[in-house]
Each structure stands twice: as C-alpha cells, then as structure tokens.
C-alpha cells in the first residue's frame, strides 16, 4: 500500500500537466491564428475586424469564423442554384413554370400527409 502522501503528491503533480499543456496549445494556435490573419488581411481590413468585434464585444477569431461560414453557406447556395438551374434548362422548365409546379408539389405532399 501506498503512503498517503504519495497519492497526494501524484495527483498535485499531474493535475497541473494537461492544464499547462492544454495552455500552450492554445497559445501555439492563437499565435498561429494571428500569424495567417496577419498574412491573409491587408491592414485596413484586420482594422475594420477589429473594430467590427469590439463593437460586437467578440474576438476578431469569432468574426472572421463567421463570415467564412456565411461566406461558404452563400456559396453554396449560388452553386445549388447554378446546378438547379441547369437542370431545370434541361428539363425544359421555364421560370414562369415555377410558381405552378410548386402549388403542385405541395398539394402532393399534403396528399401524403407531408
């Protein structure tokens, strides 16, 4: 059996390791992270991040994740709506279809009970 002071000792000493570990990591990442914003934004518009976030009491991080997000969501849209599009040519729909077709589908799907 172990001396009790031992157990105590164990924990004190490894309790401080992952928490330590887990601030330097975060440190290395934040550094990086403001290293590729430096390489990434021109000065003015790191400033107007900046700015954007102290008036929104949020970290430049937090806007900037937020943008590319809203950036790639509008993105994604404009290829859906490329992709539909053409599948629509190839269908031979016409936008003036649209409105039609639509009050077509959703009385199928409340047919179904959708």
């Not at 991040?49 to 943008?67: G, I, S, T, W, Y």
Request: proline share 4%; net charge neutral.
């Amino acid at each position: 059996m172990r001396p009790l002071w031992s157990l105590i000792t164990d924990c004190t000493i490894a309790r401080p390791r992952p928490v330590l570990g887990h601030y330097y990591s975060l440190m290395r990442e934040n550094k990086e992270e403001a290293r590729m914003a430096e390489t990434i934004l021109s000065d003015d518009l790191r400033q107007r991040v900046e700015d954007f976030a102290r008036e929104q009491n949020r970290e430049p991080a937090e806007v900037l994740e937020e943008a590319v997000r809203r950036y790639a969501g509008a993105y994604r849209l404009e290829r859906f709506a490329e992709k539909a599009g053409t599948h629509a040519r190839a269908l031979g729909i016409k936008e003036e279809d649209v409105p039609r077709l639509v009050d077509e589908v959703r009385r199928e799907n409340e047919a179904r009970g959708r």
